[in-house]
């Protein structure tokens, strides 16, 4: 059986070689670049794979790259990483065909599960692993509080933000976060954003947070 190939695009040598022995640690083959453009010239159709692309990077950044491979009909499942709380950008990757995203810093364990979530969703297409309908029932549980947090957690708002928007306490907010994901049997952020742009939910369109 062929091994998956996973591709790591970033600009830092070192995520780029610890990640790399990580995956092959774990049976996956992995092959490196430091730059998109790296990338488009070294990049070949494979059986099974899937890519890691960091979204800053000196010159063709993330969004452009994946931008690059949709135009070109390249459907190779791909995962950005993204800063702490740049969760706009990790919103607008994920409309541009992103298969899930990822914050920095993480740990082994959490990329490893978002490779392997990737590589076996691909196959039915971008957010594969959500039903819609579903996500829409769970939304519609929610209360309006929870639904405005919901809205402020697309745009990218950190937990004191939301707090001044909605003039609320930092620790209320963390209170109705911890109910909306536990309403939305979400696991983690990412999970939670790709069922809300599953379900159509307003905020969850790039535009929305501009």
């Known amino acids: 059986m062929t091994k998956p190939i996973v591709f790591i695009v970033d600009d830092d040598e070192f995520v780029r070689d610890s ?3 990580l995956l092959m640690a774990k049976g996956m083959e992995a092959v490196a670049f430091a730059s998109a453009e790296a990338f488009l010239l ?3 159709p494979v059986a099974s794979g899937c890519a890691i692309i960091d979204m800053r990077m000196p010159g ?9 491979l ?8 791909v995962i950005v990483v993204t800063g702490h709380g740049d969760v706009a950008l990790a919103v607008r990757a994920m409309k541009a065909g992103a298969a899930d995203f990822i914050e920095k810093p993480y740990s082994n364990a959490a990329i490893l599960e978002a490779v392997t979530r990737t590589l076996q ?3 039915a297409g971008l957010l594969s692993d959500v039903d819609a309908a579903d996500a829409r029932a769970r939304i519609a549980s929610l209360t309006g509080r929870e639904r405005d947090i919901l809205q402020q957690l ?3 708002n950190p937990n004191k933000v939301i707090a001044f ?3 609320i306490s930092p620790r209320t907010v963390e209170i109705h976060r911890a109910n909306l994901m536990k309403k939305m049997a979400a696991d983690s952020l990412s999970h939670l954003i790709r069922m809300a742009l599953a379900a159509g939910f307003p905020g969850s369109d790039p535009a ?3």
Do not use: C, F, K, V
């Open 19 to 21: 990640l790399a022995a």
């Open 42 to 44: 070294g990049y070949r």
């Open 60 to 68: 063709m950044d993330g969004i452009a790259l994946l931008e690059h």
């Open 70 to 77: 949709r135009a070109g009909n390249i459907s190779l499942p």
């Open 121 to 123: 969703t691909a196959p």
């Open 154 to 156: 697309i745009i990218g």
């Open 165 to 167: 928007q909605l003039n």
């Open 208 to 210: 929305d947070a501009r």
